[in-house]
């Protein structure tokens, strides 16, 4: 399952979704706002999919992964919206058999979505000052 949302993500409705009779693992990735980036007191983060393709650029990395590893199943969700510090971003969720191949799918969804930058970011600080990515 690829999902873009603006509601919460629940790790756990995730993981029970995901998981199979075959699974031996799900392995996860959960994002977190943090409190500081660029060593600024963060005060939210906003995401925007402007163009409309943050779904078809998930979906491309989670058919990449597809074609790597022997998977049960895979999920990706991404919200967007105006998030808080603490709120969760990004969550990758890999059921397998075996742990190598769910943890190693992992580690390569969160590489490629940093690398493709499917949506902006836009990063606003206590002290008003605001940084954007992904234009």
């Given at each position: 399952?690829?999902e873009i949302t603006s509601k919460?993500?629940?790790?756990?409705?995730?993981?029970?979704?995901?998981?199979?009779?075959?699974?031996?693992?799900?392995?996860?990735?959960?994002?977190?706002?943090?409190?500081?980036?660029?060593?600024?007191?963060?005060?939210?983060?906003?995401?925007?999919?402007?163009?409309?393709?943050?779904?078809?650029?998930?979906?491309?990395?989670?058919?990449?992964?597809?074609?790597?590893?022997?998977?049960?199943g895979i999920t990706i969700c991404?919200?967007?919206?105006?998030l808080e510090v603490g709120d969760?971003?990004?969550?990758?969720?890999?059921?397998?058999?075996?742990?190598?191949?769910?943890?190693?799918?992992?580690?390569?969804?969160?590489?490629?979505?940093?690398?493709?930058?499917?949506?902006?970011?836009?990063?606003?600080?206590?002290?008003?000052?605001?940084?954007?990515?992904?234009?």
């Amino acid at each position: 399952m690829i999902e873009i949302t603006s509601k919460p993500i629940s790790p756990e409705s995730v993981v029970n979704r995901i998981k199979t009779s075959g699974s031996g693992c799900v392995a996860t990735y959960v994002g977190l706002i943090r409190d500081n980036s660029q060593g600024k007191p963060v005060a939210s983060v906003e995401y925007t999919d402007p163009k409309g393709t943050a779904k078809a650029e998930l979906e491309r990395i989670a058919g990449e992964i597809r074609r790597k590893w022997q998977l049960e199943g895979i999920t990706i969700c991404h919200r967007i919206g105006k998030l808080e510090v603490g709120d969760i971003n990004f969550l990758v969720a890999v059921a397998s058999a075996h742990r190598q191949e769910g943890f190693a799918a992992v580690q390569y969804a969160v590489d490629r979505f940093k690398e493709l930058m499917p949506t902006h970011k836009k990063e606003s600080y206590r002290d008003g000052s605001t940084r954007i990515e992904g234009e």
